[in-house]
T-cell receptor
Framework: GAGVSQSPRYKVTKRGQDVALRCDPI?????LYWYRQALGQGPEFLTY????????KSGLPNDRFSAERPEGSISTLTIQRTEQRDSAMYRC?????????????FGSGTQLSVL | AQSVSQHNHHVILSEAASLELGCNYS??????LFWYVQYPGQHLQLLLK??????LVKGIKGFEAEFIKSKFSFNLRKPSVQWSDTAEYFC???????????FGTGTRLKVLA
């Protein structure tokens, strides 16, 4: 596609429910990042994929968070048993470099609200 | 641990005023430096970047930034701001040769018409 696409744009859920956030990167981009951004903060690294390989998941806060990119394209970030503290903007970004610090292309983000 | 500091969280300027947003990072190795901008209702997009060479880099819309290695700084400047520059600005650092990207906390700029 023309840009990085994220869905849904907004997600409101009740505490305890599972949510799945989708990211469709720019076609051909091998690197894919997930970031989380709380109000008044900068994007905080969650996880990084090189093709389908999850090379770094050190930023995932706990084991309720997981991510996959099974075919090296679309990625899903899943949060199980959501808690109010999970409320944030979740941003996906892709890059056409294999992790060499090149420019990131961001999607519009998913604003998650956990009630 | 590596970190990026942006000293100004909120800045309010009148049109035609000059702008300088501070950014400092902590990392002893080779870095790539970026400024990203998020206009209201839009996604984060690249404003300018520094990889090597001339430490004064120019970006879109009249913005520029200067890398001062001795000060671990990469401040963003614009001589004369416009109302349309109202946005949130993020400084970011990537560790050269790696995928690691670290963002600052952002500066919200409001330009009064």
């Amino acid at each position: 596609g023309a840009g990085v696409s994220q869905s849904p744009r907004y997600k409101v859920t009740k505490r305890g429910q599972d949510v799945a956030l989708r990211c469709d990167p720019i076609s051909g981009h091998v690197s894919l990042y997930w970031y989380r951004q709380a109000l008044g903060q900068g994007p905080e690294f969650l996880t990084y994929f090189n093709y389908e390989a999850q090379q770094d998941k050190s930023g995932l806060p706990n084991d309720r968070f997981s991510a996959e990119r099974p075919e090296g394209s679309i990625s899903t970030l899943t949060i199980q048993r959501t808690e109010q503290r999970d409320s944030a903007m979740y941003r996906c970004a892709s890059s056409n470099s294999q992790g060499n610090g090149e420019k990131l292309f961001f999607g519009s983000g998913t604003q998650l609200s956990v009630l | 641990a590596q970190s990026v500091s942006q000293h100004n969280h909120h800045v309010i300027l009148s049109e035609a005023a000059s702008l300088e947003l501070g950014c400092n990072y902590s990392y002893g190795g080779t870095v790539n430096l970026f400024w990203y901008v998020q206009y209201p209702g839009q996604h984060l997009q690249l404003l300018l970047k520094y990889f090597s060479g001339d430490p004064l880099v120019k970006g879109i819309k009249g913005f520029e930034a200067e890398f001062i290695k001795s000060k671990f700084s990469f401040n963003l400047r614009k001589p004369s701001v416009q109302w349309s520059d109202t946005a949130e600005y993020f400084c970011a650092v990537s560790l050269s040769g790696t995928y690691k990207y670290i963002f600052g906390t952002g500066t919200r700029l409001k330009v009064l018409a």
